[in-house]
């Protein structure tokens, strides 16, 4: 077996090349099934794998004989198939790794969503009705002018205010977005740099990571900073690819406890790669990957840019999660690597509003605000153009997680949208 950091070179391994350390079968993610896709076995551990199986009596469990609280229980079963197989696969990390959901479940299919915190912060009282307002107006006719309102017994109610964009910073943090955001870009092709991985492995991977992040319920800040990170550290150090899942799960282990209140625990890391790693392996990794990078994880994202642009856009909640379900598509692919986080915003901001039919597809207060001509834009609206109508008319492909994301009436079902 070959030691850590070894690069895997044996002709029996597939894509991603993990073993199965637990039945001592080589699997992989497979290579290029006959149906176009990727198939075979998986060295990530699937988020979309087959009938929750146990073939041990305490599988499913971590290390310590501990399930994840945040997952539920699997159904037992005799027979002798992957926790993440299905009929017609045989066992890997992955199982089949093409996210071909039909007849197929997972860990993930039945994890606990994280409960909300507590909101410290007193309620923000409820605005007066009509009715309230006219009474309230008739009794101050009736009192002394200069008596104060709270000594009237009338209520005064303050504007409510989002303190997580006040209106008088809005200027400041944009500007500061915007003087940050090349310094802590990954290398657009830093991919011809690697040996043992490759750019479809890497989509597979963060596709994979898209529905942990959705069935998690973490934050979108969470989602583009993970795949900050996991391009910023493979801009750096090479990687095999039997490590590239642990990669990728340090990453989002590293950004969810940067971006979320109550962030998955690391147990729950470990549990949701069927132990493929152990609680050491994450912690050296994360470690490693902090060091690579100079601790440096306050970097701007499309997230950031997103919230202030899409208010100067004037969008809906339907328009919002149109230009969203086109910047997680981008996420898949390498070609958006070459544009910045606020180019890839305004990118998907203009062609929503191109789609939407709106009369001026891109004003001149977008330009002022995200500081991009539609000129300058193009190339990359064209890019977005392109995966979304790949996306809408292969229903998702082989990368289904964005695809099943977006459908849903609470996003408004935007990925079958007709325009």
């Known amino acids: ?49 087959g009938a929750c199986e146990n073939t041990k009596p305490k599988i499913g469990t971590g290390t310590n004989g501990r399930r994840s609280p945040r997952l539920g229980n699997c159904a037992s079963s005799n027979n002798n198939r992957s926790l993440y197989g299905h009929a017609g696969a045989g066992s890997g990390v992955l199982g089949d790794i093409t996210n071909i959901a039909t007849g197929r479940s997972s860990l993930l299919d039945k994890a606990k969503p994280i409960k909300p ?36 017994g009338i209520e005064v ?14 200027s400041d943090i944009l500007n500061q977005l915007f003087t940050e955001e090349r310094a802590f870009l990954p290398l657009a092709d830093y991919m011809s740099m690697q040996t043992d991985i490759t750019g479809k492995m890497r989509t597979i991977l963060i596709d994979w990571l898209v529905e942990v992040h959705m069935k998690y319920r ?27 899942q642990l990669v990728g799960v340090v990453a989002m282990f590293i950004a969810s406890k940067f971006e979320e209140i109550s962030p998955p625990e690391l147990h729950d890391w470990v549990y949701i790669t069927d132990n493929a790693y152990t609680k050491e392996d994450i912690l050296v990794m994360e470690c490693t990957m902090l060091t690579t990078l100079g601790f440096h994880i306050m970097v701007p994202t499309a997230a950031h840019f997103f919230e202030i642009l899409q208010k100067a856009n004037d969008c809906d909640a339907v328009h919002r999660e149109i230009a969203q379900y086109m910047m997680e598509l981008g996420l898949l692919d390498m070609r958006m690597l070459q544009y910045t986080p606020s180019q890839t915003v305004a990118a998907a901001l203009l062609l929503s509003n191109e789609l939407l039919k709106r009369s001026a597809v891109w004003p001149a207060s977008m330009v002022q605000e995200s500081r991009h001509t539609d000129q300058a834009l193009s190339a990359c609206v064209d890019d977005l153009r392109q995966l979304i109508e790949a ?22 079902g935007v990925a079958t949208m007709q325009f």
Do not use: W
């Open 391 to 412: 996306d809408r008319a292969g229903a998702g492909g082989q990368l289904q997680a964005v695809h099943k994301k977006f459908p849903v009436p609470q996003r408004h």
């Open 218 to 244: 973490l934050r979108p800040e969470t989602l583009h900073l993970t795949v900050n990170l996991i391009d910023r550290y493979l801009s750096k150090t090479p990687a095999v690819r039997k490590r590239l």
């Open 117 to 152: 915190y507590t909101c410290l912060q007193p309620p923000v009282a409820a605005a007066p009705g009509p009715a309230a307002v006219e009474r309230a107006g008739a009794a101050a006719q009736a009192l002394v002018v200069n008596v104060p309102m709270e000594e009237q």
């Open 1 to 49: 077996m070959p030691a850590k950091g070894e690069f895997v070179t044996q002709p029996e391994l597939g894509v991603l090349g993990l073993r199965d350390h637990r039945s001592g079968v080589a699997t992989s993610i497979g290579r290029p099934a006959a149906r176009g896709g990727v198939g075979g076995n998986g060295a990530l551990r699937s988020a979309r794998g």
């Open 157 to 170: 109610h303050e504007p409510e205010v989002d303190i997580q964009n006040p209106e008088e910073y809005r």
